[in-house]
């Protein structure tokens, strides 16, 4: 099982970006998909992005849909998520996910979590 590791999360004004990172170890990573979920206080767990093994396919929820960017980098077991123009709305816990087949939407598919990265947009 591979084993994932968040970071990149801070506090940023609206209309602001940050770039999240997921950094895996163990098994190999280029044979994972990778998801992004994110949490808010008192709101259930949420798909924000996901990406295919060789990075070639990527899904975006409607609501970060032209300003995240997923991105990967499996020679460096490494995944981006690159979010532009943020807004309050946005404030959560942002959990990287893996799971060794065809990205999903579904948090359930996916059977390796990191431990979350916290991002505060202020307005």
């Known amino acids: 099982q591979v084993q994932l590791v968040e970071s990149g999360g801070g506090l940023v004004q609206a209309g602001g970006s940050l770039r999240l990172s997921c950094a895996a170890s163990g098994r190999s990573f280029s044979s994972y998909a990778v998801g992004w979920f994110r949490q808010a206080p008192g709101k259930e767990r949420e798909f924000v992005a996901a990406?295919?093994?060789?990075?070639?396919?990527?899904d975006y929820a409607d609501s970060v849909k032209g300003r995240f960017t997923l991105s990967r980098d499996n020679a460096k077991n490494m995944a981006y998520l690159q979010m532009n123009s943020l807004k309050p709305e946005d404030t959560a816990v942002y959990y990287c996910a893996a799971d060794a087949g065809w990205f999903s939407r579904s948090a359930r598919v996916y059977g390796a979590w990191g431990q979350g990265t916290q991002v505060t947009v202020s307005s």
């Open positions: 990406i295919t093994t060789s990075g070639g396919t990527t």
